[in-house]
């Protein structure tokens, strides 16, 4: 298949990338570097000595959208782009509509015009209504407590009411629980800009020295140790998972939905003991107060992913810790 990546210069999009590359696909990617670096196209290629195709470009432009279906005989999009910070999405809720929602539509209107039917969605477990209790399975209640959440909301519903209304759409909302770890090539991996938000990134930076500690957000959840408890999937399995998808699901019609987590949940110091075995660096932390919004479990239900699609997460949060500090070091040298 020759696969159109939207933001495919990213973390997730680029690992992406590199599996696409190694089952022998054609990768074309747009990015419009908001959040990534330019040389993320030469990694990729030493990677899996092959070439890509890259178009530095907006997926809200119309025009540049046109351009790339044009010049390539696209046969599938798995649309990554968009912005993610839960954060400055409550601050700026403009920016994350205007881009997340509009990025979507250009691109799936551009696909109609080109006869592109297949569309795959870099969705979030933060789809899920809050009130409902893990494992979260894919028939459970949506509801979004953020605009960076209602953006995935409104996109997965949008692809519902495609495949309604057109018989040829065949949309896959994948649903990422939380991706860390890199590339075992120490060539890919997140980088964040400032000071990060989520937790494997700011383990990483009180490691190399650039932060001093970690704050731990809460210690009287009622979890196993009090801290709060996600399911960390490593990125490597994460991008398996398009491919699956992809391959399984490229000759259907309608609108899928899939988990793609572990089904295991690990604490906040669990993952920070995980780390200190894994890479022999201590972490230095301090407990504070719970930080708002914030969930006290949050995992996947993986067993429709595994059923239908033949795939699971099979690296441990071991390897991912020992993946994401060996990227981390590297960003130093
Ligand atoms: P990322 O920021 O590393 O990658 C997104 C890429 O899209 C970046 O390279 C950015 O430059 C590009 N981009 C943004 N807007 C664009 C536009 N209008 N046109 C072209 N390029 C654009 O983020 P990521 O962690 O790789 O996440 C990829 C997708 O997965 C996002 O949609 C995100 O919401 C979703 N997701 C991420 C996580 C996570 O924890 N990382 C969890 C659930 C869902
Ligand atoms: C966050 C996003 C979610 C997104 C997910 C993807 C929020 C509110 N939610 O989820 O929309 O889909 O990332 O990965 O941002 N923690 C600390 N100290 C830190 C950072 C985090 O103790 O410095 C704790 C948190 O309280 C939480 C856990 O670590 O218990 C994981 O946090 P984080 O990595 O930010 O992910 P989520 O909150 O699960």
Redesign the pocket.
């Known amino acids: 298949m020759n696969v159109l990546v939207?933001?495919g210069?990213?973390?997730?999009?680029s690992h992406t990338a590199v599996a696409l590359l190694e089952r022998n696909h054609d990768v074309v990617v747009?990015?419009?570097?908001?959040?990534?670096d330019r040389d993320v196209k030469e990694r990729i290629e030493k990677i899996t000595g092959k070439s890509i195709k890259f178009y530095e470009g907006?997926?809200?432009d119309p025009e540049a959208m046109e351009r790339i279906f044009a010049e390539n005989d696209i046969d599938c999009v798995i649309h990554?782009?968009?912005?993610?910070a839960v954060g400055e999405s409550v601050r700026i809720p403009t920016k994350y509509y205007r881009?997340n929602l509009d990025?979507a539509l250009t691109v799936l209107e551009t696909m109609k015009n080109h006869n592109c039917n297949v569309f795959v969605f870099?969705s979030?477990a933060t789809v899920y209504r809050a009130d409902q209790k893990s494992p979260l399975n894919e028939t459970m209640e949506l509801g979004a407590s953020n605009p960076y959440g209602w953006t995935k909301v409104m996109i997965e519903r949008f692809m519902e009411d495609l495949a309604v209304a057109d018989e040829d759409f065949c949309g896959i909302s994948l649903r990422?629980f939380?991706?860390i770890g890199a590339h075992e090539s120490t060539l890919l991996g997140e980088k964040p800009v400032g000071i990060p938000n989520?937790l494997m990134p700011y383990i990483c930076q009180v490691a190399d020295g650039t932060l001093e500690y970690l704050h731990v957000f809460g210690d009287d959840y009622d979890t196993p140790d009090g801290t709060g408890v996600r399911d960390y999937i490593h990125v490597v399995d994460l991008a398996l998972g398009h491919v699956a998808a992809l391959e399984k699901l490229y000759e259907q019609k309608g609108m899928f939905k899939y988990n793609l987590g572990t089904g295991r949940g690990t604490s906040v110091l669990e993952l920070v003991n995980a780390f200190q075995e894994a890479t022999g660096v201590e972490i230095p932390y301090q407990i504070e107060g719970r930080r708002p919004g914030d969930l006290a479990t949050v995992y996947a239900d993986p067993a429709k992913a595994e059923q239908d699609l033949g795939w699971k997460a099979t690296r441990t949060i071991k390897e991912a810790c020992a993946s994401s500090w060996a990227f981390q070091q590297g960003l130093k040298k």
């Open positions: 939207t933001g210069l990213g973390y997730i999009g747009v990015d419009n570097l908001y959040n990534a907006d997926c809200v990554f782009a968009g912005y993610k881009n990025s870099s979030s990422y939380n991706p989520n």
